[in-house]
């Protein structure tokens, strides 16, 4: 399996955690930080990665594209 794939497949798999855990408990201060730092340590990710190859590009933009996820979220949404 290709890393692109594995990282989205986990991205999902922690967002689907997220949202449940946001309807038992709500929201709070860093939701989703504590995800994105084991996603970012599973797939050795560093913020010089942004100028690695193009599949670790791929794997720390994805990364990112969750942070922001997590940031902005809102039970609206969903």
């Known amino acids: 399996m290709k890393k692109e794939t594995k990282v989205m497949r986990e991205i999902a798999k922690a967002k689907s955690k997220l949202i449940a855990k946001a309807k038992r408990t709500g929201l709070y201060e860093n939701f989703g930080e504590k995800e ?24 720390f933009n994805q990364i990112q594209q969750f942070e922001k996820w997590a940031m902005n979220f809102d039970l609206s949404m969903i």
């Open 36 to 59: 994105a730092r084991e996603l970012s340590d599973k797939f050795n990710v560093s913020a010089l990665s942004a100028y690695g190859s193009s599949e670790e590009r791929f794997i």
